[in-house]
């Protein structure tokens, strides 16, 4: 599976922005498909995740409220929602699958990685 992520961008704080990241390949109802971000000299943290049989939608305490996971199984393609932004936002965001797992939020569990595209939130 090969996964491109898109839609990253400049915009400034209290703004929005819509991530997509589209698959090469029917991704299974057991998969899961989340993004990741990752700041400059920090670790890679966990967003957002959602699986495709419904096992559900899981945030960051930090972005919960504000951003939302969506999924097109159609078009083989999730979406990130980015509303109301804060300059902490400003990351590489990533998309990532792999089959679900409790272990939702490692980035260790995932074998599929997307290029990551760059938000930055101006204040």
């Known amino acids: 599976v090969q996964l491109q992520a898109s839609g990253g961008g400049l915009v400034q704080a209290g703004g929005s922005l819509r991530l997509a990241c589209a698959a090469s390949?029917?991704?299974?109802?057991?998969?899961?498909m989340g993004w990741f971000r990752q700041a400059p000299e920090k670790e890679r943290e966990f967003v957002a995740v959602?699986?495709?049989?419904?096992?559900?939608?899981y945030y960051a305490d930090s972005v919960k409220g504000r951003f939302t996971i969506s999924g097109d199984n159609a078009k083989n393609t999730v979406y990130l929602q980015m509303n109301n932004l804060k300059p902490e936002d400003t990351a590489v965001y990533y998309c990532a699958a792999d089959r679900w797992g409790t272990d939702y939020s490692s980035p260790m569990k995932y074998n599929f990685w997307g290029q990551g595209t760059l938000v930055t939130v101006s204040s």
């Open positions: 390949a029917r991704t299974y109802d057991a998969f899961s």
């Open positions: 959602m699986s495709w049989n419904g096992d559900g939608t």
